[in-house]
């Protein structure tokens, strides 16, 4: 069987999640396209998307961009599952950062509204940026629209989160 660039990322969140001993089960989520969308055990979502490389600007950014189809398709595990996590893999830097559905929500609606009110119009594939300054926890935010280097919406996410955080009450 042939191996996609995604196999190797989701893979290694996969991997991850799978040495957990809370782990039980993990299959993936039937009639979906994504290839990133996964149950563990009964009633946790994952949703991987993974970036290869930062930008090559002094903050070195990871973009992760989600279409009209992922947005649907995270709607629609959330219906399934308890709980919901965004997994983005930042494959250069070798880091997982992680998202509650809740912080994936607000970034989103963050990026829509400022978008909203400048093009009048919805963002069709709105983004989440993550930096990794060295030793420090991830910076998670997104970009103002027309106003490059200008953020909204920063929060920190512990490098330490994922896949702790999956399996806590």
Known sequence: MHINEDHM??????????DRQEFKAINPFAGLSARGAFRINDDIAVYIKHSTAPTKTVHKEYYFAFSDNSLKEIEHIKKLCKKVF??????????????????????IKNRQDEYQSVYGKKDKQPMIIVTTPPGKSFRVYVNQAKKKGHLIGKILVSRNAFPRILFES
Request: net charge negative; aromatic share 6%; proline share 0%.
């Open 9 to 18: 990322y989701h893979g290694a969140a996969l991997t991850q999640i799978a």
């Open 86 to 107: 965004v997994v983005l893999v930042c494959v250069e830097e070798k880091e997982i950062c992680v998202l509650t559905l809740d912080q994936f929500e607000q970034h």
